[in-house]
């Protein structure tokens, strides 16, 4: 990876990860599933104008990203999210990262080296410390849900990496609009109050929307799918493991909770694993 991909590849889990506590912010404003379907279709209107139209065959591909990404990974989190604790959801989100590299392997054809195995089993140990700390929830629904979030975001960065490349802006942009009538629908059914959400939310709950819409929504996944396109999944996945260091980090600054010896640990341990999964290439074809 160049520089500017390793700067980038940071940055992505630096924004999502402060978005943690945003989210649990916005989703004590409005009902999760309804909060989730207002954030994609702002994203939907201020991109899909402005970027090319899909072939049929990419949109067919890009309708199958937005069922994993969009409906399954965002629906299944916002509602762990909002019923757990932003730590529990920042670590058992990490399984994202080794669900990646297993799916990558068979699907993508995409061996990871002995040192990107290394570096992420250090880097998940790190996420282990993390979760042993004693401010986390041990409520087992919402874990499941956040946990089964991680294996569609999984799948759909194979499936993004399988199809692609696409353009960034124009991935981001029609998989939002293909995702609103899935959440906006599943809203309707399992929720209330959408409408006196919207009078009653005061200004934390819209800027936590602001925040989900253009940093964690559209500079987030821009970047994210403009690395995807470039490098292997071996390569990209293991920086997913830092976002629980910048999760914890921001609940440290705006929530007040307190710097323990499992954080300190917990965060050095994943940075120094994601590092290591950079010594050498990570990507060793099979061969028939």
Known sequence: MSAIQ?????????????QFVVIKVGVTEFPPLFFLALRFLAI????V???????????????????????????????????????MSAVAYQLATPFTVLLAWPL????????????????FVGVVVLAAGPGLSANVLPLLLVVGAAFAFAVSNVLTKR????????????????????????????EHGQLGSL????????????????????????????????????RVAPFGLLLPVFAVTSSVLFLGDLVTPQLIAGGLLAIIGVALTQVRPGLRPIRA
Request: charge should be positive; charged fraction near 5%; glycine fraction near 14%.
């Open 44 to 47: 939907a209107l201020l991109l």
């Open 108 to 123: 993508l054809a995409e061996r990871p080296s002995p040192t990107t195995s290394a570096g992420v089993a250090l880097a």
């Open 6 to 18: 390793i700067v980038c590849a940071v940055a992505v889990p630096l924004l999502w990860g402060y």
């Open 163 to 190: 199809h692609g490349p696409f353009d960034p802006l124009m991935l981001t942009g029609w998989s939002s609009l293909l995702t609103v009538p899935q959440v906006m629908l599943t809203s309707l059914l399992v």
């Open 199 to 234: 009078v009653a939310a005061d200004g934390r709950g819209w800027l936590a929307l602001a925040y989900t819409i253009f940093i964690g929504g559209i500079v987030g996944f821009g970047l994210w799918f403009w690395l995807i396109a470039r490098c292997s999944m071996s």
């Open 49 to 87: 104008p402005f970027v090319k139209t899909p072939t049929r065959r990419q949109l067919g591909h890009i309708a199958a990203i937005s069922l994993f990404l969009g409906g399954l990974n965002f629906g299944l989190f916002y509602v762990g999210l909002g019923l757990g604790s932003g730590s």
